[in-house]
């Protein structure tokens, strides 16, 4: 083929066909964007429009009656958490006489009858009064009170050991 035209034609031609080139780019890049806008303002209409039902829902709740009696609950709930934590409180302050009365009843046997029980924890202190069918059954649970480490200074009065059978006793110790 010839050619017949001159460079510098050539050169605008190249010019011209460059220019066309960026202008169909642009045009698609504007219009991809455009696309793009669209579809982020219909995301955000869209969740602006649920964000307010969803808030006039919430409003409609709170003003319910169901919306008072969640909140009567809440406060029962409330309630009850401070009165859970008073009774921890307790629980720790009766920790000891809880030890106390619980490792009595394991050192026991069935022929033992408590019918008093003193505890002093200011000054950790006891005293238990009671009733023994038997001498070995009195002198196994201070021997069993002597070897815990629960318990200490365990006094029996020599008195209570008279009788081998019917035995009426008043024994104190400390406790730990």
Known sequence: MINLLPPFRKQDLRREFMWRRLGIFLWMLFFVLIIFSGLLFTTWSYTNIQHQAFSH???IEES???GQKI???EQEIKEANI????L????????PTF???NNLSNFSSRNIIFRGLSINRATKKGSIEGFAKNRDDLLNLKQ???QSNNFSQIDLPLNSLLKEKDLNFNLSFSFK
């Open 144 to 146: 069993n009170m002597e």
């Open 83 to 86: 009165k859970l934590k008073y």
């Open 71 to 73: 909140k009567g609950i």
């Open 88 to 95: 921890d409180q307790l629980k720790l302050n009766q920790e």
């Open 99 to 101: 030890m106390v009365v």
């Open 64 to 66: 319910s009656n169901q």
């Open 57 to 59: 829902l919430v409003q």
